[in-house]
């Protein structure tokens, strides 16, 4: 990789392919790191099968929108290279290559989990070998639970090759009439509203699978016919959703488009391997065609259903219980949320700390009769959200809400489209934002008379206002009353609900706007400091880092003497530990118990990390640029001491700690699991037994009082 001139230094590659990694097989590499959990012996088993259903999942979103994207760029000779200068060709090969590696290993994982689960006494039994009084009882629910909502379809030239939905499973048949010359072809789709495995009656948790128990009964549907030949397969659809510029109307375009979309061009087929190559070919020319991925998989289709068996009650096979704190400080002044903030920002760590603190914040001021007004973006907000009805409350009780709702929230669109509606109805003001950017900010505003005068009290949160996911996610809410960045959010909502560009912000950095510049100017001050002699360093949390322009720069800053750590849950680009590229920064990934998203970013600012004078900032965005350059993100400096330590002395810290549930990425792209030394330490378990941020009120109001975690010395 690595070259020494002719004076003997290094000179760093040049080459795209030995100075990046590619985003897509960076992406395939953090779900090799799901799946690895499902084999995780320190987890509950059920937990460990959890983890196998989520890496299902996300290789089923990855083939609906990545590669969807890439197969689209091939049909439209469109030939853009990646980040480390590969083809659309070549990336769709390694794909292809890598996911199929990740599904043999998924099923394997599923035989090894399976014989575990047995000796549990939670079973998937062949309907084959049931006894006498089960295969009764399936014979009755299949005549009464499932035969009725089947719908068998010919194959013939008057009835043609049907539809098959995204994510589909179905079953492809071929029978043999007697007497008749030619074998008869069937179709049955297996209806998504039926449960795909059915528990059997008795104390033992002794489960079948849909489509085993269809094919056991195929005779109830195709009397007088013995079968032939019959297997599942599975399909994928392009369900991304392009918004084309030309979009007069985002409500309109968007019912119109999710409509569409569940009419996608199919990008990836699984079939059964035991079908026979007639019906496969028949699969594959009605529905693939040469841009489609196909493959042949023995075992279970669609590893993401499995997630229907960890809903089982067996406690002792999942994590015990974890109920999170509500912060101290609001306790203190007995529930009023603004008297709490007025006092001192706080700082909450979910899903440590309750979000039911954002849901009292806004309740509280859906009730208060000084709050004049509410904003408020939504991004994700979940089927059942107590935010829509705190804002629809604000809205009847007279109180002027503005609510920003992103329409483009991939998969999120129809619920989107449904909160608007409600809230417009309400008497919220709903505004949908661009066409061409997604509001990706999490800000909630609310501006209190008091005094005589105006107040803003603001939330800004590093995750979604979704009180599901905000308790399996880690992320940050900042609460404050300083106006000159309640002033800074302001201009942000002006920005998206009427494209007034902002004046001059005063603490916050906006994209589309400065947010990357102002990043590489903080970048560059570190290798200021490394010049000067000073202590320099960089210490960064995100879920994605892939911007080659902040990559390069911290090429740069690793060269210049700044030493630079990077805890990166999902893909990076970046190649660490390189001589004469990047031989000062360290790569990390946390997997484990809950799912890391909150960003941090600190910056040394003359000493080393942790320090007092650090530059701190949270922000609802990665260091992608997507982030940067098509969305609104704001990235916002902690200002106050206490809470500035907090976060930067004990979160993370934490995450730089963690050796039980890391990852630590090498410079060929290889994630090496952490071994844990003399010293194990378990980020999440630590901050679930202790309660240490600004949310515990009195006890940290002297902030020497933070208990703070040490790092070991790198000499």
Avoid at 619 to 634: G, I, P
Wanted: proline residues 6%; hydrophobic residues 40%; neutral net charge.
């Amino acid at each position: 990789m690595t070259v020494k001139n002719e004076s003997g230094a290094m000179t760093p590659p040049e080459d795209p392919s030995q100075r990046y990694f590619n985003r897509e097989l960076s992406w395939l590499a953090f779900n090799s790191r799901v799946l690895a959990e499902a084999s995780n012996k320190a987890y509950p088993l059920l937990e460990r099968l959890r983890f196998l259903s989520i890496s299902g999942s996300n290789l089923d979103e990855f083939f609906m929108v990545r590669v969807a994207g890439l197969i689209g760029q091939q049909t439209r000779k469109i030939e853009e290279l990646s980040i480390d200068g590969q083809s659309v060709g070549d990336q769709l090969n390694a794909i292809r290559k890598a996911s199929n590696d990740i599904m043999d290993l998924q099923q394997k994982t599923w035989e090894g989990l399976k014989r575990e689960l047995a000796r549990e006494g939670i079973k998937l039994l062949p309907p084959a070998t049931l006894g006498k009084r089960a295969k009764d009882w399936l014979s009755e629910h299949f005549e009464n639970q499932i035969l009725p909502v089947l719908t068998p379809q010919a194959l013939d030239p008057a009835h043609p090759f049907p539809f098959i939905p995204n994510q589909g499973l179905s079953l492809i048949i071929e029978m043999q009439e007697e007497g008749a010359p030619e074998p008869v072809r069937q179709i049955v789709m297996i209806p998504s509203s039926l449960p795909r495995f059915i528990r059997l009656p008795g104390e033992k948790a002794n489960y079948v699978v849909l489509e085993a128990v269809i094919q056991t009964f195929i005779a109830r549907l195709f009397p007088d016919h013995k079968l032939v030949a019959a297997g599942a397969f599975r399909i994928i659809r392009d369900s991304d959703i392009e918004v084309e510029e030309e979009a007069e109307d985002l409500v309109r375009y968007f019912r119109t488009a999710i409509k569409r979309r569940r009419r996608g061009r199919v990008i990836r087929i699984k079939m059964d391997r035991s079908l026979p190559d007639s019906l496969q070919r028949l699969i594959r020319n009605e529905l693939g065609g040469d841009i489609t991925m196909v493959s042949e998989q023995a075992g279970l289709l669609g590893i993401s259903d499995l997630g229907q068996l960890v809903s089982e009650d067996f406690p002792h096979l999942k994590f015990p219980p974890f109920t999170p704190r509500f912060p101290e400080r609001i306790l203190e002044h007995d529930g009023d949320c603004f008297a709490a903030i007025r006092q001192k920002d706080i700082v909450v760590h979910h899903p440590y700390e309750s979000f039911d603190v954002v849901l009292a914040f806004l309740e509280q001021a859906a009730r208060d009769p000084q709050v004049v007004a509410i904003k408020q973006t939504l991004y994700r907000a979940g089927k059942q959200s107590a935010v829509i009805r705190a804002l629809c409350e604000a809205a009847e009780a007279g109180k002027s809400v503005t609510a920003i709702v992103e329409l483009k929230a991939r998969f999120d669109e129809e619920q989107n489209l449904h909160w608007a509606s409600q809230l417009e109805n309400a008497g919220v003001q709903v505004v949908y934002g661009f066409v061409d950017m997604k509001t990706h900010a999490k800000i909630s505003m609310v501006v209190r008379r008091e005094d005589g005068g105006l107040r803003t009290y603001c939330h800004f949160g590093t995750g979604n206002y979704h009180p599901i996911t905000a308790k399996i996610y880690t992320d940050m809410s900042f609460f404050t009353a300083d106006p000159e960045i309640g002033r800074d959010a302001s201009q942000i909502f002006h920005y998206v609900t009427g494209y007034i560009e902002p004046e001059k912000l005063s603490h916050l950095s906006m994209s589309p706007f400065s947010m990357r510049s102002d990043l590489i100017k903080l970048i560059a001050a570190e290798i200021e400091a490394a010049r000067l002699g000073k202590p320099a360093a960089i210490w960064c949390k995100v879920n994605s880092l892939v911007d080659k322009a902040i990559i390069d720069a911290l090429y740069q800053a690793s060269e210049a003497g700044v030493e630079i750590d990077l805890v990166v849950r999902g893909i990076c680009c970046l190649r660490p530990g390189i001589p004469g590229l990047s031989s000062r920064i360290r790569v990390k990934s946390v997997i484990g118990r809950f799912l890391e998203h909150s960003r941090i970013w600190a910056f040394g600012n003359g000493g080393h990390l942790p320090n007092r004078k650090a530059k701190v900032f949270i922000s609802s965005a990665d260091w992608m640029q997507r982030n940067f350059d098509r969305r609104v993100e704001y990235m916002l400096p902690i200002l106050n001491p206490t809470v500035h330590d907090q976060i930067l002395d004990q979160v993370m810290v934490a995450n730089l700690l963690d050796n039980e549930q890391s990852w630590q990425l090498n410079h060929l792209g290889n994630y090496v699991r952490m071994r844990a030394s003399d010293h194990p330490f378990n980020l999440h378990h630590y901050f679930m037994t202790n309660p240490s941020l600004s949310g515990r009120g009195e006890a940290l109001t002297d902030r020497n009082n933070v208990p703070r975690l040490t790092l070991p010395s790198r000499t």
